[in-house]
């Protein structure tokens, strides 16, 4: 049974910093891995979508890295801002079929 | 944009009585869609998949006959509370998976909130 854990489950930082968000799971045969955002009460926002062939993917001041064989993968931030102040959730599709199993998410605060 | 939307956002209905929610797909067709359910502070739990024109595929301990799902067109899917309880208050999400691109991006409404009073 795959299973997806997120370290930490809170993070806070000043301003301006940049950041790490990890992300592990249990079952190596992933197709793909995504990274989402979501703001208090409102959906997901998808950020980045990492291939099971790909080593990261970049978008603006985001960059994620997946490795299969370690069973991670890590969400960049570069230089917070307020704006980016929201929980962070990786998920894995469980193999076979298109259900996501969520990790329990890292709740971000960037203070100013 | 929004590629997936949910329909309302907000409801509050007494207890006892049903609530819809939709969940469409705004510029695809989706042949599959996803009901999750969120507590407060805690991650997603997928409920059921939701299959046009065939039955949904719920998970374990999901009640089938209390969550009622429909999806009776390649855009549409409806989520029905029946005989709602307080403790059917929650966060419900729904997703769909866009296959147009070389992703395959999952894309999630923006949730509806349930409040039984």
């Known amino acids: 049974k795959q299973e997806v854990t997120q370290i930490p489950a809170a993070l806070s930082v000043p301003e301006g910093e940049n950041l790490v968000l990890n992300c592990s799971f249990t079952?190596?045969?992933?197709?793909?891995l995504q990274w989402f955002r979501q703001d208090p009460g409102k959906g997901l926002t998808s950020l980045l979508l990492?291939?099971?062939?790909?080593r990261e993917q970049t978008s603006g001041r985001l960059n994620a890295s997946l490795d299969k064989s370690s069973g991670r993968s890590t969400l960049y931030i570069a230089a917070s801002q307020p704006g980016d102040s929201a929980t962070y959730l990786c998920?894995?599709?469980?193999?076979?079929?298109?259900?996501?199993?969520f990790g329990q998410g890292t709740r971000l605060t960037i203070n100013p | 944009g929004a590629v997936v939307s949910q329909h309302p956002s907000r409801v509050i209905c007494k207890s006892g009585t049903s609530v819809k929610i939709e969940c469409r797909s705004l510029?695809?067709?989706?042949?599959?869609m996803f009901w999750y359910r969120q507590f407060p502070k805690q991650s997603l739990m997928l409920m059921a998949t939701s299959n046009e024109g065939s039955k949904a595929t719920y998970e374990q301990g999901v009640e089938k006959d209390k969550f009622l799902i429909n999806h009776a067109s390649l855009t549409l899917s409806t989520l029905t509370v029946a005989s709602a309880h307080p403790e059917d208050s929650s966060f419900y999400i729904c997703?769909?998976?866009?296959?147009?691109?070389?992703?395959?991006?999952?894309?999630f409404g923006e949730g509806s909130w349930l409040t039984v009073v």
């Open positions: 990492i291939q099971s062939s790909q």
């Open positions: 510029d695809f067709q989706a042949t599959t």
């Open positions: 079952d190596s045969a992933i197709y793909n």
């Open positions: 997703s769909a998976r866009d296959y147009r691109g070389p992703g395959n991006t999952i894309y």
């Open positions: 998920a894995v599709p469980v193999q076979g079929a298109q259900k996501l199993v």
